[in-house]
């Protein structure tokens, strides 16, 4: 049967992990707009490592304009380190534009593989904790579940703590993702329309 107590107790857990790590500096999340030209990954991430700020995450794919590429870099900081870093970046040829998403102020997703132990005894219990974080089994062997979620942060490391105990053999994680809730475009609308009720 699964154990909701242990679950809440996971859940705290998760939520004191997330305020403590690394002295309690806040994530932030940067959504880099570049130009699809060779070194341009290369630059972004000697930017980074050579002013010693932290890259947690890093994700690069195309848009729908195949002349420029998406990078979602999640990295740590007070206020004053943000800034520089988006400074930095903005001196860069090859990028285009960047995006400081705030709390609140966009979709984000992260995608994970794991591979589990899962004897017959197992097998049951996993399946059900799956079946409740809506995550896939994709995999089937004698004694291992491959198992694929997709979810925020927080519900990705949830997932994880319940999992750890029945020994969790292999992980990839593709980083996060993220867009805003509304594009500019958008925003600027419905700023005018409450504008002009008054």
């Not at 980074?48 to 870099?73: C, E, Q, W």
């Not at 089994?137 to 579940?145: F, G, K, M, N, P």
């Not at 997709?150 to 993702?177: A, C, N, S, Y």
Request: proline share 2%; with cysteine.
């Amino acid at each position: 049967m699964f154990d909701w107590l242990h679950f809440a107790a996971d859940r705290n857990i998760a939520r004191q992990r997330a305020l403590t790590y690394k002295g309690g500096l806040m994530r932030h999340t940067i959504s880099v707009l570049v130009e699809n030209k060779f070194g341009v990954l290369a630059r972004i991430a000697e930017l980074f490592s050579g002013r010693g700020y932290n890259i947690d995450t890093l994700n690069v794919a195309p848009t729908l304009d195949a002349k420029l590429s998406r990078m979602t870099i999640v990295t740590r900081g007070d206020d004053a380190t943000l800034e520089q870093i988006i400074k930095q970046l903005n001196k860069l040829v090859n990028v285009v534009q960047i995006q400081d998403f705030r709390e609140g102020q966009y979709v984000d997703r992260e995608l994970i593989l794991l591979k589990v132990k899962a004897d017959s005894k197992a097998r049951s219990e996993i399946m059900q904790i799956c079946d409740i974080f809506r995550a896939k089994i994709v995999d089937v062997q004698q004694r291992e579940l491959s198992i694929e979620i997709t979810g925020t942060e927080d519900k990705l490391e949830k997932f994880l703590q319940l999992m750890d105990p029945f020994g969790i053999v292999d992980i990839t994680r593709t980083g996060k993702v993220a867009m805003p809730r509304q594009t500019k475009t958008a925003a600027a609308s419905e700023a005018m329309g409450v504008r002009s009720q008054h």
